[in-house]
């Protein structure tokens, strides 16, 4: 596991206090991830996303790369089950086109703002699990294989748990020809994920996050 801390996608907390893997230093500018240039695409939803960022507009959707979340509303189904740590605005957006969402979180404020978001729609499929961090591993470990269309793999890491050992954890949980997605994928930190999922089909998404001021990747890992 390493130990480099640094910048991280959870811009807006504040409270994240460094818990996420460094890829300081890695970019040939902010238009870059760590490994290479963004594609014309994630060029061509740039303006938007700043006129909103400049309108303090904040979309109600998952915090990854959009080209990403293009594509998961088109494959999305409202019989899905999706397990997601690290919950937020996401959370909600899964939960109005997913059949069920379970949620793993530790920080109170963003449970907080997911509880009464959902309390707001009155959404009934979600079961948001308050858990350190730590245990976020361990409690995917308990849970059924086979029995998840989708996993996210999207939470403010700590020194003693990172999101390698979630998605570890998570392999055998992705049913057959399901999905996996890792945000910020493009951190060296993730590559032994990569390893992992060497069996997997992977979908590698390029560009700036809302309200983000560089170029991440998300992937998207498919199961055999
Ligand atoms: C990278 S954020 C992603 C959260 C979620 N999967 C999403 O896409 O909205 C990881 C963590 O930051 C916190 N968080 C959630 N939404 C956030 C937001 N909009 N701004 C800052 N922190 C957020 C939560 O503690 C969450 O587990």
């Given amino acids: 596991m390493s130990e480099a801390y640094g910048s991280d996608s959870c811009a807006e907390s504040g409270a994240w206090g460094g818990r996420g893997r460094d ?7 902010r238009f870059h991830t760590t490994r290479g240039p963004m594609p014309p695409s994630a060029w061509i939803r740039l303006p938007t996303a700043r006129l909103r960022a400049r309108r303090g507009q904040t979309p109600e959707r998952p915090w990854i790369v959009p080209a990403a979340i293009g594509w998961l509303r088109r494959r999305i189904r409202p019989n899905w089950r999706v397990l997601e740590l690290g919950a937020g605005r996401s959370t909600v957006w899964l939960a109005r086109r997913a059949g069920a969402v379970l949620s793993f979180e530790d920080d109170q404020l963003w449970l907080g703002w997911t509880r009464e978001r959902l309390a ?6 979600v079961e948001l699990r308050e858990m350190a961090v730590e245990r976020f591993a361990s409690e995917v470990a308990r849970l059924p294989d086979d029995s998840f269309d989708l996993v996210v793999v999207d939470f403010l890491e700590s020194p003693r748990a990172d999101r390698v050992e979630a998605v570890r954890a998570s392999l ?24 992992l999922l060497s069996g997997w089909r992977a979908k590698r998404f390029a560009g700036v996050k809302d309200g983000w001021p560089q170029a991440v990747e998300t992937t998207v890992f498919r199961r055999p």
């Fill in 172 to 195: 055998t949980k992705v049913r057959p020809r399901g999905h996996l997605l890792l945000d910020d994928s493009d951190r060296p930190a993730y590559s032994p994920a990569f390893e």
């Fill in 120 to 125: 707001q729609l009155g959404t009934t499929n």
């Fill in 23 to 29: 890829d300081d230093g890695l970019r040939a500018s």
